[in-house]
């Protein structure tokens, strides 16, 4: 028999989810969800993996804690029209704008970071599969490598062999030196850019069990040969362009901007829906997870050197050092009662102080670029603390509210692969399941909705990805 929505929140708020079979308990399996009408408000749901969508572009590059796209898919097949426009302000590698183009709906993406507004664009552009193809031919005619002399990539690189062997280094030097040479078009340079930039990771020295770039000095690496590597991401690559090439109309189009998601820079209201996840609070340090990277392409993406990246990495929304100047004094106080900092390992206090008022202004941002009545759907994990669960979740629908949202209805899923090893036997610190928020544009201010459950359960070790 299903809950009535006191009885679930009373259910999942007193659940001890200790042991497997308690956590399992609380969840629904479905192969997708149900209508939102459907839903009851704190309902939690397991997506069955063996539902799978189409690969499209969506593998084209590694990405850390992207969302999976039937979560997007769901939000745009059920709240957007043929010819809506849809925006993602913290669109990070264009999950959502993938799964708008199959829509054949006008998207747009917003992202502060380099390096994820590249993959964006490359993910999306209207490139013909044949042109690469004949690109890729006459990259093979004049790429030789390896390059001689060495020369690091970003001027102000030390111990650059830390990082690569002077084969790959004099491989992928020669390689970029190739693509940079062939007389491709921006979008067609930005595609094979991207490619390239997919293998660095796997033919570096940089540990590959975890995002964090790092150099193991206990787990030797052998890294593959560049070439063959490079071959086979661009066989993927192509395949997924191809695909989606053939779902997608000719009127689908997708704008990628980097901008800031707290200060969204368009006419007003001219988006119908927004669908984001935005980053996690002091989880993911993407930049520095992308370190390598930056260290190769940081100077054709605006970023000239490692200062210049050092700085970036500490001003975009959940950076875990923020700059000085983006750290306000105090938590709004909405979150009095949600947040208490003495539960806040000190040196992360300004980090949460920071994350919290980047939201403030983002949901301030989005209200005056959504039309009105426009539905938000808002896509967060909660964070831990010393003494449990961050209630982000109930934090974030708050500062909504007061910007002028309000607050329809949330449910949760369950996390089912966890890609981001951590420290703590790979278990700590790992987001377990995520919200999916739908708010609405009512533009005035309404009630704070009741808080939501806070499940809190661990994961089996065959959960963690090793």
């Not at 593998?59 to 997007?72: C, D, E, S, V």
Request: net charge neutral; glycine share 6%.
């Amino acid at each position: 028999m299903a809950l009535t929505q006191p009885d679930l929140f009373s259910t999942l708020d007193n659940a001890d989810c200790s042991s497997d079979g308690a956590a399992a308990a609380l969840f629904r399996e479905v192969p997708s969800f149900p209508p939102l009408g459907d839903i009851a408000n704190g309902e939690l749901f397991s997506l069955s993996l063996s539902n799978r969508a189409p690969g499209l572009t969506h593998g084209l590059h590694r990405f850390p804690a992207k969302y999976i796209p039937r979560i997007p898919a769901w939000v745009i097949d059920e709240f957007a029209g043929e010819d809506d426009v849809v925006l993602d302000p913290f669109c990070g590698s264009g999950t959502t704008l993938v799964e708008a183009l199959l829509r054949s709906r006008q998207a747009i993406g917003i992202d502060c970071d380099p390096l994820a507004c590249l993959i964006s664009r490359a993910k999306t552009y209207a490139v013909s599969p044949a042109r690469i193809q004949q690109l890729v031919i006459e990259l093979h005619r004049i790429w030789r490598g390896p390059a001689v002399p060495l020369v690091a990539p970003m001027p102000d690189l030390a111990n650059f062999g830390h990082w690569f062997s002077e084969r790959a280094w004099g491989d992928l030097q020669a390689l970029l030196t190739a693509i940079l040479t062939l007389d491709a078009s921006p979008e067609e340079r930005d595609f094979l850019l991207c490619v390239f930039s997919s293998i660095l990771r796997w033919v570096s020295n940089a540990d590959d069990q975890t995002q964090k770039t790092y150099v193991s000095g206990t787990l030797k690496k052998n890294p593959p040969e560049v070439e063959p590597l490079f071959c086979r991401a661009l066989e993927k690559a192509l395949a997924g362009l191809e695909e989606l090439t053939f779902l997608r109309r000719s009127s689908a189009a997708a704008t990628v901007i980097q901008g800031d998601a707290s200060d969204i820079r368009l006419p007003t209201h001219p988006v119908d829906l927004i669908v984001t996840s935005p980053p996690y609070l002091d989880s993911v340090d993407y930049m520095y997870n992308f370190m390598l990277e930056y260290f190769w392409l940081g100077p054709l993406l605006g970023v000239n050197d490692r200062r210049t990246f050092n700085r970036m990495r500490r001003g975009v929304t959940g950076a875990k050092n923020p700059a000085a100047d983006a750290r306000p004094p105090a938590l709004p106080r909405c979150l009095d009662d949600l947040i208490d900092e003495r539960d806040i390992i000190h040196h992360r206090v300004a980090a949460t102080r920071a994350y919290c008022d980047s939201m403030r202004r983002h949901f301030h941002s989005a209200a005056k670029a959504l039309k009105r009545d426009g539905y938000y759907f808002l896509i967060i994990g909660n964070s831990q603390t010393r003494k449990g669960v961050l209630p982000i979740h109930d934090s974030l629908i708050r500062l909504a509210v007061d910007a002028g949202f309000a607050f329809e209805k949330a449910f949760a899923y369950r996390i089912r692969r966890h890609y981001m090893k951590f420290p703590r036997a790979g278990r700590g610190g790992i987001i377990t399941m995520d919200w999916v928020i739908a708010l609405r544009n009512a533009q005035k201010r309404t009630s704070y909705p009741d808080r939501l459950p806070l499940p809190d359960f661990t994961l089996r070790h065959d959960e963690v990805a090793n």
